[in-house]
């Protein structure tokens, strides 16, 4: 059972920047696909970003304004937002999938989530 725990969301600034972090208790963190996935208010939840390693990445579309990725040192995995739009708001979740990918489905452990605000 892997145990995901999500930070760094807040309140910002149309333009701003924030930087989620993901920290998972399972010491085979390295083996796991890790995504981001976010979910705004009466909408389904989206993918956003996923990483397996290096540079074998996955973006919806914001790529060019997010970057995903890991230290398996610290078993973390993070996402820098920058350029924030009002659209981001959402809550965002990461999650651990055994094989890279965007659907949700494939993502077997889930965080509680971290709340993004982004104020126009």
């Known amino acids: 059972q892997v145990q995901l725990v999500e930070s760094g969301g807040g309140l910002v600034q149309a333009g701003g920047s924030l930087r989620l972090s993901c920290a998972a208790s399972?010491?085979?963190?390295?083996?796991?696909?890790m995504g981001w996935f976010r979910q705004a208010p009466g909408k389904e939840r989206e993918f956003v970003a996923a990483?397996?390693?290096?540079?074998?990445t996955f973006y919806n579309s914001v790529k060019g304004r997010f970057t995903i990725s890991r230290d398996n040192a610290k078993n973390t995995v993070y996402l820098q937002m920058n350029s924030l739009k009002p659209e981001d708001t959402a809550v965002y979740y990461c999650?651990?999938?055994?094989?890279?990918?965007?659907?949700?489905?494939?993502?077997?452990?889930w965080g509680q989530g971290t709340q993004v605000t982004v104020s126009s």
């Open positions: 999650a651990a999938a055994p094989v890279l990918g965007v659907q949700a489905y494939l993502y077997k452990y």
């Open positions: 990483i397996k390693s290096g540079d074998n």
């Open positions: 399972e010491r085979t963190f390295s083996y796991y696909a």
